[in-house]
């Protein structure tokens, strides 16, 4: 580890070759719904070394998080018409963090954006245990049948602790606020989160590189007292404590490395 870099006082297009990797935990506080295209399937792998494992593939962890970001930004004004999908401004700090297609958007840019947040699939702690089942009965008030309403659902079972690593390329103090900020803000995960899937998220540490370095895959192998000693305490960083602040200046920074005609602000 490379204890001399730094994180970058400002926002530049070309990559610098710095990364900050984000070390994490889940640990799920209910039952979640973790699945593909499916509604049946639980989301598992069987990997060769590491045994049965639950995942939750990245581009859903990542959506939970970009989501975050963006609702955050409205509450301060900021862009608040950017969407997901195809209405992204692409000019907010959400769209500089998560990247975008300008042809695509609502913008209609000639440019897109590259995200600088880099991830991978999340791997639970320990072999696979059993996938808990639930069972609904739509009761009828008027004769107290249900009818054909029984169904049943599959989902990973509560205390599941998964590990993850966040990756923030060309990082500056303003972009890791935010990033950790919203890890922090993650309370649900999953399908049918308005029942389920509420979780805590424990930041274990960081390290901050000139290339990735560190994997789930690896992480998994180890418990969760041997993963933090892989990486630095997260108060080493000393982030800013001003978060609005942070999504302010992001969003001033940027109108001055897109190009001007583009990047115009409301």
């Known amino acids: 580890m490379n204890e001399a870099l730094e994180m970058f006082k400002d926002l530049q297009v070309l990559a610098r070759g710095v990364y900050l990797q984000i070390v994490f935990a889940v640990k799920l506080l209910d039952d979640a719904i973790i699945r593909s295209n499916e509604p049946e399937e639980v989301l598992t792998f069987r990997y060769e070394k590491l045994g049965n ?12 998080l970009r989501r975050l970001v963006m609702e ?22 959400c769209c500089l963090l998560f990247g975008g297609t300008g042809e695509t958007s609502s913008a209609k840019t000639s440019y897109n954006l590259l995200s600088r947040v880099l991830g991978e699939t999340l791997i639970s702690l320990g072999n696979m245990n059993d996938v808990s089942t639930y069972t609904a009965n739509a009761v009828s008030e008027e004769d107290l049948t249900t009818g054909q309403a029984l169904m049943s659902i599959l ?112």
């Open 53 to 64: 494992r639950f995942i939750i593939p990245w581009r859903k962890f990542k959506g939970k």
């Open 72 to 93: 955050k930004q409205r509450f301060l004004g900021i862009s608040t018409d950017c969407a997901l999908k195809d209405n992204l401004c692409m000019r907010c700090p």
């Open 155 to 266: 989902k990973v079972p509560v205390e599941t602790e998964f590990v993850g690593v966040l990756t923030l390329r060309d990082p500056t103090p303003e972009l890791a606020a935010i990033v950790c900020d919203n890890l922090n803000r993650l309370t649900r995960l999953g399908a049918s989160t308005r029942e389920w899937g509420k979780c805590e998220i424990d930041i274990l540490g960081y390290q901050l590189i000139d290339r990735e370095n560190l994997s789930t895959y690896a992480l998994a192998q180890l418990p969760l007292d041997k993963i933090k000693k892989e990486v630095n305490p997260l108060s080493d960083l000393k982030l800013l404590d001003n978060v609005d602040r942070c999504y302010r200046e992001v969003n001033e920074q940027i109108m001055r490395i897109l190009p001007a005609q583009k990047a115009k602000s409301k």
